[in-house]
């Protein structure tokens, strides 16, 4: 069933599992599915959804019901029938956008067609609306969920797949998305990843990349060395200083951003 779902659209289905355990639902129902959703896709929410907040969505649905037992995460919660439904519309929208994946963006139209339910219900309140929603996603970079594909057996020949670090990536993502990054001409340069300065306020911790608040010196300090990892922009592979991984200690930076080297070798060099 989850064959063609990424990796945020199978987190949010887990996600949706813990928040039905949370309130002892006997079900996975499609309000669960909608703060997984908000859970576990914050870009998405924050760019379509501005009016939608999972804390406001939740205090809502927790007061509405009667708080049950909670349920272990590892009991086998079921879909009730409208999630199952919302998943099916949401493998329908994607069809419709000619998307080979089910991600986040699918599921959010799925749960506004089950229009009777309260998920559907609480996004209308909020200023959701289908056909709006559904152009909006359309104008979306695709895909827009990650094009990490997870082992499957059923996979078949519908995605070239591409390996990263021994993990296998939908090829017509990683296409698209160094086509994307190509367009800002920078230059990456090789190197050996080092930690780097942040600043940190006093009153909370909170850290900042933007060094020049640091001359704020009754409210900043400086914290040399503060920031002690990086991602790789297309793998999320980490870059890290540590002796006994050195394979994560070098890669490439066009000084702010890093690649990983095996991503730059592969698809950028070439
Ligand atoms: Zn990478």
């Known amino acids: 069933m989850f064959e063609r779902y990424t990796e945020g659209a199978r987190r949010t289905i887990f996600f949706a599992r813990y928040e039905a355990a949370q309130t002892g639902s006997p079900y996975i129902d499609t309000e669960h599915i909608l703060l997984g959703l908000l859970r576990e896709d914050r870009a998405l929410c924050n760019r379509l959804l501005p009016d939608v907040n999972y804390e406001s969505i939740r205090k809502e649905l927790h007061a509405a019901i009667e708080e049950g037992k909670k349920t272990a995460l590892s009991a086998d919660l079921p879909l009730s029938n409208a999630s199952k439904r919302v998943l099916a519309f949401g493998a329908e929208e994607a069809v419709r956008l000619a998307h080979r994946h089910i991600g986040t963006e699918h599921l959010l139209l799925g749960l506004l067609r089950e229009e009777k339910q309260l998920a559907a219900g609480l996004l209308r309140e909020r200023g ?98 503060g920031w002690k990892k990086d991602e790789c922009l297309i793998c999320q592979w980490e870059l890290f200083r540590s002796e006994d991984h050195p394979e994560h200690g070098i890669g490439y930076t066009n000084g702010r951003e890093w690649l990983c080297t095996e991503c730059y070798e592969k698809f950028f060099a070439s």
């Open 128 to 225: 959701a609306d289908l056909t709006k929603l559904r152009l909006e996603i359309s104008q979306l970079p695709t895909p827009w969920s990650s094009g990490k594909v997870l082992p499957s057996p059923r996979l078949g020949n519908d995605f070239e797949i591409v390996e990263i670090h021994g993990e296998r990536w939908n090829g017509e993502y990683i296409r698209e998305i160094v086509k994307t990054f190509r367009k800002f001409n920078w230059y990456w340069n090789r190197c050996a990843w080092r930690e780097s300065d942040v600043v940190a306020r006093v009153s909370d911790g909170a850290i900042s990349r933007d060094l020049s608040l640091a001359a704020d010196s009754a409210n900043f300090r400086l914290v040399a060395g």
